[in-house]
């Protein structure tokens, strides 16, 4: 079994306080389309002439990440996150072509609207971290990263004891953007 996801490969961001994300040897910094989960290793191949066909046509486009927020609350930071700016909707519409082209081969389509974020720290339950409320304050507008979309990835993620190892497994070119 592997265990697979679908998404957009970033450059290493940097969050003054946090460090960067996705430098040399990480799980590398990525916006993720959709979660698969435990999957067969034969259905790789299946899953990636879906994807070319889904993703066929796209554009790149124009990403920027700016300000800290965090899931569930701001109150109650769990999930630290750089919010995207620009590429929101262009990036909600890759998520939207993913979900259809797995749709086919019995992969659920997500029940809650695609939310475009890319996450840099989590915190243990319980009173919220005094350090994430400070994070929250300082970067409610800075902006981390402005680059493209140029492609979409098949990852394959595994957990060990020091984080996750993402390898990719297929790529997916995004073509020239109109205009």
Sequence with gaps: MLRLFVSVPLP????????????????????????????????????????????RGAASFPISLQGLDAFPSRERPRVLYARVAAGQKDLAGLAERVEGALAGLGFPREARPWVGHLTVKRFPPGRPSPEALDLLRRHPETLFLMTAARRVELVSSELTRLGAVHTPMAAFPLGPSPG
């Design 12 to 55: 290493p961001v940097t969050i003054p306080g946090l460090g960067t994300t996705g430098g040399e040897g990480s799980a590398g910094a990525h916006l993720t389309l959709k979660f698969l989960g435990d999957v067969q290793e034969a259905m790789v191949g299946p899953i990636g002439l879906a994807l070319e066909s889904g993703l």
